[in-house]
C-alpha cells in the first residue's frame, strides 16, 4: 500500500473521530442547557428497543426540546463512529483493491448492524 494511501486513511480517520466527537459534544452540551433550564426537575425518558426506535425517540424529543434526548442522540453519535470508521475502511481498501480487508470489514459491518438495529433492551 502507497504511503500517500496510507496518510490518507489517516486523515478520514482523524475527521470521522473529531466530527462525531464534536458532535456528541454539541448534542450533550444543548442537553444540559436545556436541563438547567428546566430548574433540573426534569425525569429522563429511558431508551429501549431497536437503534432505529431509539433514534426515531430521540429525534422526536430533540424537537420537542428533550433534554434526555439530546443526550440519547450523543450517545448515538459515539456509538456510530466505530461503524462509520470501518465504513470508510472498508471503501479505502475497495479504491486499492484490498479485498481482504474488504470482505472482512463488510461481514464486520453487517454483523454489528444487524446487532444494532434488529437488538432489543
Known amino acids: 500500500m502507497s ?3 496510507e496518510a490518507q486513511r489517516r486523515l478520514i ?6 466530527a462525531s466527537i464534536g458532535l456528541a459534544v454539541l448534542f450533550v452540551v ?5 436541563f ?3 430548574g433540573g426537575a426534569y425525569f429522563p425518558k429511558t431508551p429501549s428497543g431497536s437503534l432505529l426506535e431509539i433514534a426515531a425517540d430521540s429525534w422526536q424529543g430533540m424537537l420537542g ?3 434526555s434526548a439530546w443526550f440519547d442522540a450523543g450517545i448515538l453519535v459515539i456509538l456510530l463512529t ?5 465504513a470508510a475502511g472498508v471503501v479505502a481498501s475497495m ?3 484490498d479485498w481482504a480487508y474488504v470482505s472482512i470489514g463488510v461481514v464486520v459491518m453487517s454483523l454489528v448492524a444487524i446487532g444494532l438495529f434488529a437488538g432489543r433492551a
Not at 444543548?30 to 436545556?34: A, H, K, S
Not at 466505530?82 to 470501518?86: A, F, G, N, Q, W
Open 65 to 67: 426540546l428533550r433534554p
Open 30 to 34: 444543548v442537553g444540559l442547557e436545556l
Open 36 to 38: 438547567a433550564i428546566r
Open 82 to 86: 466505530p461503524l462509520v470508521r470501518l
Open 13 to 18: 480517520t482523524v475527521w470521522i473521530l473529531r
Open 3 to 5: 504511503e500517500k494511501l
Open 95 to 97: 479504491r486499492v483493491r
